[in-house]
């Protein structure tokens, strides 16, 4: 059962533009959640991320918004830039006993067209 | 965050072999995390390494098949163990420096034939 879904495998923006990347989750009990971004033969890097008391966190051109009641989050880049192409997964945090651990999405691979 | 290296960065191993993977931090770190990331997948947590006490495995994945060691604050082992080719994927090994973010290696990219 997928906690954390990304439903769109792929997207593409012509560069200047907005990039809208959605996620969507199940577990109420989630209370942090982070967005990261993987290049081809690389580990994923952090982005940006957003507690669960807040619906909005910004930094530079990203923009993450949750939508709790809706247990929906989206990151937002703009103006979206050809290196920004990458795979992006969505990660929620929550508790499971007395470990905190990270459920992740599929990924949505972004291509940004100059 | 932590700069991260893995060893080796790929590999190509029979069947029946095992491997095993290196994670070198460049502090020192509590918690540190393998992952396993299959094509088309997302990533999938192996087990939690921690330091002086034996690893914390996730539901179907066991010590005898992903012995894990972890003998100081900034090094980890992890061996995948008697290989089949459904062991072929992305090992990623992180570490947490705060409660929330991870910070991952490059990876460790296994074919097994």
């Known amino acids: 059962d997928q906690q954390v879904k990304q439903n769109s495998p792929s997207l593409s923006v012509q560069e200047g533009r907005i990039s809208i990347l959605n996620c969507d989750y199940t577990n109420s009990m989630f209370d942090y959640f982070l967005w990261y971004k993987k290049y081809p033969a690389e580990g994923p890097t952090f982005l940006i991320s957003?507690?669960?008391i807040k619906d909005k966190n910004e930094d530079g051109r990203f923009t993450v918004f949750l939508n709790k009641s809706a247990k929906h989050l989206s990151l937002h880049i703009v103006p979206s830039q050809p290196g920004d192409s990458a795979v992006y997964f969505c990660?929620?945090?929550?508790?499971?006993?007395?470990?905190?651990?990270?459920?992740w999405g599929l990924g949505t691979s972004l291509a940004v067209n100059p | 965050s932590a700069v991260i290296s893995q060893k080796p960065s790929r590999d190509i191993c029979q069947r029946g072999t095992s491997l095993t993977i290196q994670c070198q931090v460049d502090s020192q770190v509590t918690m540190m995390f393998w992952y396993r990331q299959q094509p088309g997948q997302s990533l999938t947590l192996i087990a939690t390494a921690n330091q002086g006490s034996e690893a914390t495995y996730e539901s179907g994945f066991v010590i005898d098949k992903f012995p894990i060691s972890r003998p100081n604050l900034t090094f980890s082992t992890l061996t995948v163990s008697n290989m089949s080719p459904e062991d072929s994927s992305i090992y990623l090994c992180s570490v947490a420096t705060g409660p929330y973010e991870q910070y991952f290696g490059p990876g460790t990219r296994l074919t097994v034939t």
């Open positions: 957003i507690s669960s």
């Open positions: 990660a929620a945090s929550g508790m499971t006993g007395n470990n905190r651990k990270l459920i």
